[in-house]
């Protein structure tokens, strides 16, 4: 039954939102500590998380930096799917690689970041980029609104978000887009337009976390679900939002391991437990 499910679930995450029999033993598979943590357990297109990574979403535990990347790789795919993308959803690695345009430019090539990530300049509208600030240990996002000409930065600890490093970077980040699309701004724009030239906001109603291990999370949730987390009735809740990242990869289409993941964690389960038809 789904409520009895919900306090099953309370072993790994104090959850209150109702889930299927499927997604529990998939949770219960995949979360087990004794089990191999270098097996993979989401595979989408350039990236993948072994279960020792995935891992990194039980509760209190700082986020893997690799979960972040493989979002990003996941959301784009799925956008893909259903339409022309006019949104981009960067890997984490790529603000890495802006300190110097000619890095940012083979970095991109040599990753096929344009391919992967982005489509034409002019039918894009937002660019989502997650980075890693190093200073604070501690993750935050840029969005680029391109047809305003803004970037936002949405950092879920915003009172100690000004430094001299966080400006540097921005700046970087916005020179080293310049240089990637020189050949589409040459063309499309007429040198009239350019990434250098956004201006930069702090938009404030972004929800501000409560702990020193969500940030991860936070990024995440603004990147999938912008128009929710600026509700005003909206609250987050980290071990909802943390298994439900979990299940968004686990279980998503685009995860090549999930038909073969489901077995696993049905034969698992039915070891472990017993008969689990009766969860059904």
């Not at 943390?242 to 039915?270: F, I, M, P, T």
Request: hydrophobic share 40%; glycine share 2%; net charge negative.
């Amino acid at each position: 039954m789904i409520i009895s499910l919900i306090l099953l679930f309370s072993s790994i995450f104090e959850v209150s939102k109702p889930t299927s029999p499927e997604d529990w033993k998939l949770i219960q598979y995949v979360f087990d500590s004794s089990l191999n943590g270098s097996e993979i357990v989401v595979q989408c297109k350039n990236y993948y998380l072994t279960r020792g990574e995935l891992r990194s979403l039980r509760p209190q535990t700082w986020l893997d930096d690799n979960v972040l990347s493989t979002m990003s790789d996941a959301v784009t795919l799925v956008k893909k799917k259903m339409k022309y993308p006019v949104n981009w959803y960067l890997p984490i690695s790529f603000a890495e690689n802006t300190d110097d345009p000619r890095k940012c430019i083979s970095f991109a090539e040599k990753h096929r970041i344009k391919e992967n990530y982005m489509s034409d300049l002019l039918c894009c509208e937002k660019v989502f980029v997650p980075v890693f600030d190093e200073e604070r240990n501690h993750f935050f996002l840029y969005v680029l609104q391109l047809k305003t000409q803004v970037v936002e930065i949405w950092d879920s600890f915003a009172a100690s978000s000004q430094s001299d490093w966080g400006n540097r970077r921005l700046h970087n980040l916005l020179v080293s887009l310049d240089a990637l699309f020189k050949d589409d701004i040459d063309q499309k724009y007429q040198n009239v337009w350019s990434f250098k030239d956004f201006r930069m906001e702090r938009p404030s109603n972004v929800p501000q976390q409560p702990n020193g291990y969500d940030c991860g999370v936070y990024v995440i949730k603004f990147m999938v679900a912008p128009e929710e987390v600026t509700n005003p009735d909206f609250v987050f809740d980290s071990d909802n939002e943390r298994l439900e990242v979990a299940l968004r990869l686990l279980a998503s289409d685009v995860n090549s391991c999930s038909d073969d993941l489901a077995s696993k964690a049905e034969a698992y389960c039915e070891q472990r437990f017993g008969n689990c038809e009766s969860l059904s």
